[in-house]
C-alpha cells in the first residue's frame, strides 16, 4: 500500500494525531508537522492537502478580550428598505461597526449577528446599544436582540466521530450519552475589560491575516505589511502567539464537501441558573461538530454554534432533549442559512493612536446614506 493511500484507520488516525499538533499552529509548517507525526514530508502534505478537501478546515481563534474587545450575540430583524440593501447595510456594519458575521435564520428571517466591540471604559461599550437603536429610530431595524457575553471559546472537532476517508461524520450517539461531562474549563485568558490593550499595530495585522486564513505564510503576511519577514516572525512568535492574541489554532468541519449534506444550527440559553449553565455546557461540548459557544456569568444567556450533517439534527435534538434535564425548557434551536452566512475579520484599521475608535453617530448617517441609494 502507498504511503499516501488512505485507509479508514490510518484516516480518523491521522486527525487524532494531528489535532494537538496544530491546536499549537503545527499546521503552518509542513516539515515540521510531519517531524511531530513522525511522518515523511509528501505524506504529510498529501494527508493535510485531503484533509482540507474534505471539508475539515484550520482556523486561528483569535482571543478578542486581549484585544480589548467584548462579543455581543444580536438578533436584528430588519426593514424592507434594509432588506432590499441586505449586502451594502451589513458590508458596513463589517468594515466600521465591529460586526465579527451574520446569518439569515429560518424561518423567522431574522439576522444571527455576532459583534466584538471595544469595551475601554463605559461610554464605548454602550455604543453598539446606541447605534442599534438609532438604526431602529431610521426605520432601519424593527426588532433588536442583544446579548453581551463574557467569554466566547472556539472548539476542536472530535476526530474520532469523523471518517476522514469518505469526508462523512460516523456518529455513535449511544457512546456519546455515556461519556462523562467534560471537566469544567473556564476561558483560558480572563478578560481584560478596562485595561489598555498590550499589542502594536503589527500585531494586530498578523493577526487579522491569520483570522482570514490561517495557513497564510509569514512571508506573504511581510510582504502585505510591506515589512521585512524576520520583523513580521518576531511579532508573530514573541508577540502574537506567545501574548494569547491567537489563542489557538482548531480544527473545524465547515459543511464544504460533497460527501454528506450540513446545516448550521445556532443552540441558545436564556436565564440559567449557575448549575444550569454548567449541565448545558456540558451537554454541548460533548457534540463532535460543536464550532464555538460563549456564556454570560451575570444573565445565564449560554449560545453554541454547530455545523452539523443534515441527518444528524433529529439526533442530535433527541440527545439534547434528553440531557439537558430541567434545562431544556430554557433551550431554543435556530436554523442558520449558511448560503447567506458572511464573515468579517475585526477591523483593524478602527484601532488608532492605541486605542479603538466607533464613531456611532457617522454610522448611522452612512448606513442611511447606504439604503437610500
Given at each position: 500500500?502507498?504511503?499516501?493511500?488512505?485507509?479508514?484507520?490510518?484516516?480518523?488516525?491521522?486527525?487524532?494525531?494531528?489535532?494537538?499538533?496544530?491546536?499549537?499552529?503545527?499546521?503552518?509548517?509542513?516539515?515540521?508537522?510531519?517531524?511531530?507525526?513522525?511522518?515523511?514530508?509528501?505524506?504529510?502534505?498529501?494527508?493535510?492537502?485531503?484533509?482540507?478537501?474534505?471539508?475539515?478546515?484550520?482556523?486561528?481563534?483569535?482571543?478578542?478580550?486581549?484585544?480589548?474587545?467584548?462579543?455581543?450575540?444580536?438578533?436584528?430583524?430588519?426593514?424592507?428598505?434594509?432588506?432590499?440593501?441586505?449586502?451594502?447595510?451589513?458590508?458596513?456594519?463589517?468594515?466600521?461597526?465591529?460586526?465579527?458575521?451574520?446569518?439569515?435564520?429560518?424561518?423567522?428571517?431574522?439576522?444571527?449577528?455576532?459583534?466584538?466591540?471595544?469595551?475601554?471604559?463605559?461610554?464605548?461599550?454602550?455604543?453598539?446599544?446606541?447605534?442599534?437603536?438609532?438604526?431602529?429610530?431610521?426605520?432601519?431595524?424593527?426588532?433588536?436582540?442583544?446579548?453581551?457575553?463574557?467569554?466566547?471559546?472556539?472548539?476542536?472537532?472530535?476526530?474520532?466521530?469523523?471518517?476522514?476517508?469518505?469526508?462523512?461524520?460516523?456518529?455513535?450517539?449511544?457512546?456519546?450519552?455515556?461519556?462523562?461531562?467534560?471537566?469544567?474549563?473556564?476561558?483560558?485568558?480572563?478578560?481584560?475589560?478596562?485595561?489598555?490593550?498590550?499589542?502594536?499595530?503589527?500585531?494586530?495585522?498578523?493577526?487579522?491575516?491569520?483570522?482570514?486564513?490561517?495557513?497564510?505564510?509569514?512571508?506573504?503576511?511581510?510582504?502585505?505589511?510591506?515589512?521585512?519577514?524576520?520583523?513580521?516572525?518576531?511579532?508573530?512568535?514573541?508577540?502574537?502567539?506567545?501574548?494569547?492574541?491567537?489563542?489557538?489554532?482548531?480544527?473545524?468541519?465547515?459543511?464544504?464537501?460533497?460527501?454528506?449534506?450540513?446545516?448550521?444550527?445556532?443552540?441558545?440559553?436564556?436565564?440559567?441558573?449557575?448549575?444550569?449553565?454548567?449541565v448545558a455546557r456540558g451537554t454541548m461540548r460533548k457534540l463532535p461538530f460543536l464550532w464555538s459557544d460563549a456564556l454570560s456569568i451575570e444573565s445565564g444567556f449560554y449560545v453554541a454554534q454547530t455545523m452539523m450533517p443534515q441527518d444528524s439534527y433529529l439526533d442530535t435534538m433527541n440527545y439534547l432533549s434528553g440531557s439537558l434535564a430541567d434545562s431544556a425548557f430554557k433551550c431554543k434551536a435556530s436554523v442558520l442559512d449558511?448560503?447567506?452566512?458572511?464573515?468579517?475579520?475585526?477591523?483593524?484599521?478602527?484601532?488608532?493612536?492605541?486605542?479603538?475608535?466607533?464613531?456611532?453617530?457617522?454610522?448611522?448617517?452612512?448606513?442611511?446614506?447606504?439604503?437610500?441609494?
Amino acid at each position: 500500500m502507498s504511503s499516501n493511500t488512505f485507509t479508514t484507520a490510518t484516516s480518523r488516525d491521522f486527525l487524532g494525531r494531528v489535532a494537538p499538533v496544530i491546536r499549537q499552529g503545527g499546521a503552518r509548517n509542513i516539515v515540521e508537522l510531519a517531524k511531530a507525526l513522525k511522518m515523511p514530508v509528501e505524506t504529510t502534505r498529501y494527508k493535510v492537502k485531503g484533509m482540507l478537501k474534505k471539508g475539515i478546515g484550520i482556523h486561528a481563534s483569535i482571543d478578542y478580550s486581549r484585544l480589548g474587545l467584548t462579543h455581543y450575540y444580536a438578533y436584528l430583524s430588519l426593514s424592507e428598505k434594509a432588506r432590499m440593501n441586505e449586502k451594502k447595510f451589513f458590508g458596513f456594519l463589517g468594515e466600521q461597526a465591529y460586526l465579527n458575521s451574520y446569518a439569515r435564520s429560518l424561518p423567522s428571517n431574522e439576522y444571527a449577528c455576532r459583534f466584538a466591540v471595544p469595551t475601554l471604559g463605559q461610554k464605548v461599550s454602550g455604543s453598539l446599544r446606541r447605534m442599534l437603536r438609532g438604526l431602529a429610530e431610521e426605520k432601519l431595524v424593527d426588532r433588536v436582540e442583544l446579548h453581551e457575553v463574557t467569554w466566547e471559546k472556539a472548539h476542536m472537532l472530535q476526530p474520532e466521530y469523523f471518517d476522514l476517508k469518505r469526508g462523512i461524520w460516523r456518529i455513535d450517539w449511544s457512546k456519546i450519552k455515556k461519556e462523562a461531562l467534560p471537566k469544567e474549563s473556564a476561558p483560558s485568558r480572563p478578560s481584560i475589560h478596562g485595561d489598555a490593550p498590550k499589542f502594536d499595530t503589527v500585531d494586530l495585522l498578523i493577526a487579522r491575516e491569520l483570522e482570514v486564513e490561517a495557513l497564510t505564510r509569514l512571508s506573504d503576511i511581510a510582504s502585505s505589511l510591506r515589512t521585512t519577514l524576520n520583523n513580521v516572525f518576531y511579532h508573530f512568535h514573541n508577540h502574537v502567539i506567545a501574548e494569547g492574541l491567537v489563542e489557538e489554532f482548531v480544527l473545524r468541519w465547515d459543511g464544504a464537501s460533497k460527501q454528506q449534506k450540513a446545516m448550521l444550527v445556532q443552540i441558545e440559553f436564556s436565564n440559567l441558573s449557575v448549575a444550569e449553565e454548567k449541565v448545558a455546557r456540558g451537554t454541548m461540548r460533548k457534540l463532535p461538530f460543536l464550532w464555538s459557544d460563549a456564556l454570560s456569568i451575570e444573565s445565564g444567556f449560554y449560545v453554541a454554534q454547530t455545523m452539523m450533517p443534515q441527518d444528524s439534527y433529529l439526533d442530535t435534538m433527541n440527545y439534547l432533549s434528553g440531557s439537558l434535564a430541567d434545562s431544556a425548557f430554557k433551550c431554543k434551536a435556530s436554523v442558520l442559512d449558511a448560503k447567506t452566512r458572511q464573515d468579517y475579520p475585526f477591523p483593524a484599521h478602527l484601532f488608532k493612536d492605541g486605542t479603538w475608535s466607533f464613531d456611532l453617530e457617522e454610522n448611522i448617517q452612512q448606513i442611511a446614506k447606504l439604503t437610500r441609494r
